[in-house]
C-alpha cells in the first residue's frame, strides 16, 4: 500500500492509496477517503468521491497541491475505515 495524503487545488484534502501513473491524468487513487476535522481538531473519514459507489479516482496533476505521507494517527484511522 501506497498511502498518502492529497491536497486538492479545491481545498479539499484526501488520503488514499496512490498509484503514480507516468502519463495524465497522473495519480490513480484507491480507496480515497475524505479528511474533516471538526472545530475542535477531532478527525474523520468521509468516502470520497462522494454520491458515487465508486472507490477509486483519476486525478490530473494540475488537480494536486500537495501529497505527503499520512501519519501513524490518520494510517490508524484509514486502515479502520476501509475494513469496516
Do not use: H
Not at 491536497?7 to 487513487?29: H, K, Q
Not at 479528511?35 to 494540475?62: F, Q
Not at 501529497?67 to 490518520?74: F, Q, T, V
Amino acid at each position: 500500500m501506497n498511502l498518502n495524503v492529497i491536497e486538492l487545488v479545491t481545498g479539499v484534502i484526501v488520503v488514499a492509496d496512490i498509484e503514480e501513473l507516468d502519463e495524465e491524468p497522473s495519480c490513480f487513487l484507491k480507496n480515497c477517503r475524505e479528511i474533516l476535522e471538526d472545530d475542535e481538531g477531532v478527525i474523520s473519514l468521509r468516502k470520497w468521491p462522494r454520491y458515487t459507489d465508486e472507490t477509486e479516482a483519476l486525478i490530473y496533476s494540475d488537480r494536486i497541491t500537495t501529497i505527503s505521507e499520512p501519519n501513524s494517527e490518520l494510517t490508524s484511522l484509514y486502515k479502520q475505515a476501509i475494513n469496516s
